[in-house]
């Protein structure tokens, strides 16, 4: 995959796969003929919003203390803090920049299940101090004409990652172009692509995640795109492809707000965010029960979630519900439904409403035929 050429945002082919869709296979010819994917030096202060992570991705300062980057670079949704974020220069060796640890990563539920949608939040444990933000778009308005796309990420295809933040433009290219280059890869609802038809700018390995912006008629930047994939870097009919960010706003806001307290301390908003990563074997014919333990002092939504990752060889067996902490069940699946394909990555939305949140949470796994086993890897709830 590609992502981004100019800025090294882009992913490499032969490097990522998108959630479930398999990228088109590379060109023929090794050598796309590129040799600096067409960025410039961004000068100090253009950017101020731009934060670099420590796995090798971009990101935008959406609040001071979250960060929107792609889903691909991050995992699951929960708990974690083994990401750092950069923040406060274009030079990565600056006395200017300062590290941020994560708190906890929100995935979108999208891409969780199928592979698009590719954007996440990742809440930092403390504020940014003097931060920057960059805006959103909530319309398309502004997913045409030139864009700005900037990274730390390599120059030109397979080269190195760089010390100073790297910007270019590139023009928007329409779903049917984009489409004869990638062909049904391609999610015209949720992806925008751009890029010059005979190549040399683009984003590419070590951009992902990054934003691409435009500007309104006052020139302030709004982001638009997160960079996402594409094939090799800069090559001549292989547009960047973007998460297109309009399509997606209103659940990255809400997600936002939701992550806007600290998660699972009582009586903040929105924090009823659970996760379960311990695996738990599925016997041929059995049942096995995972808990999820919450204490946030409010009512669930009704737009409550449970992603699910199982390990199965058969998974039309697998039945899966889920029960509060009062005793009521929710069917998320039901079994002996034919399909015989293996595993389950799966996110459920729950009407929950008015369900008191605090309690322990119990999800039921159930392999009702015999012949096959599995593994119920983790689990997660946003109440």
Not at 168 to 186: H, I, K, Q, R, S
Not at 269 to 288: K, Y
Not at 293 to 307: D, R
Request: hydrophobic fraction near 35%; proline fraction near 5%.
């Amino acid at each position: 995959m590609r992502g981004l050429a100019g800025l090294g945002v882009a992913l490499v082919a032969s490097a990522l796969t998108v959630g479930a869709a398999s990228l088109p296979a590379l060109a023929a010819e090794s050598d796309p003929g590129i040799n600096v994917v067409g960025g410039t030096p961004a000068d100090e202060g253009e950017y101020p919003w731009m934060v670099r992570l420590s796995m090798g991705c971009g990101g935008s300062l959406l609040t001071d203390q979250i960060v929107l980057t792609a889903a691909h670079c991050v995992d699951n949704t929960g708990p974690d803090t083994s990401i750092t974020a950069s923040y406060g220069s274009v030079d990565l060796q600056s006395p200017n920049i300062v590290d941020y640890q994560s708190e906890y990563v929100h995935v979108s539920p999208t891409y969780a299940s199928s592979g698009i949608d590719d954007w996440a939040l990742i809440k930092l444990s403390e504020p940014v101090a003097d931060a920057q933000l960059i805006e959103i778009a909530e319309t398309a308005d502004y997913d045409q004409g030139t864009f700005e796309i900037m990274g730390w990420g390599a120059p030109s295809e397979g080269g190195p990652q760089q010390r100073y933040l790297l910007k270019a433009e590139v023009p928007f290219v329409d779903d049917a172009a984009c489409a004869d280059a990638y062909g049904n890869d391609l999610d015209p609802a949720t992806m925008l692509c751009a890029g010059l038809e005979q190549g040399g700018t683009d984003t590419c390995q070590g951009d992902s995640g990054g934003p691409m912006i435009a500007r309104t008629e006052a020139g302030d930047p709004i982001q638009v795109g997160v960079v996402s994939w594409g094939q090799g870097c800069a090559r001549p009919g292989y547009p960047g492809v973007y998460t297109q960010v309009s399509n997606a706003a209103a659940e990255i806001l809400a997600a936002a707000a939701d992550l806007g307290g600290d998660p699972g301390e009582p009586g903040e908003p929105g924090n009823c965010v659970g996760t379960n990563n311990t695996a738990a074997p599925i016997a041929d014919r059995g049942t096995v029960t995972s808990t999820i333990a919450v204490n946030c002092g409010e009512s669930a939504t009704a737009t409550a979630s449970v992603s699910v990752d199982i390990t199965h060889t058969y998974r039309g067996d697998i039945g899966i519900q889920l029960v509060s902490p009062a005793g009521t069940t929710y069917t998320l699946k039901s079994s002996g439904i034919g399909d015989g394909a293996d595993d389950i990555v799966e996110t459920y939305t729950v009407d929950l409403s008015g369900v008191a949140a605090d309690g322990t949470w119990t999800l039921k796994v159930t392999d009702a035929y015999s012949g096959d086993t599995g593994t119920l890897n983790n689990w997660s709830v946003d109440l």
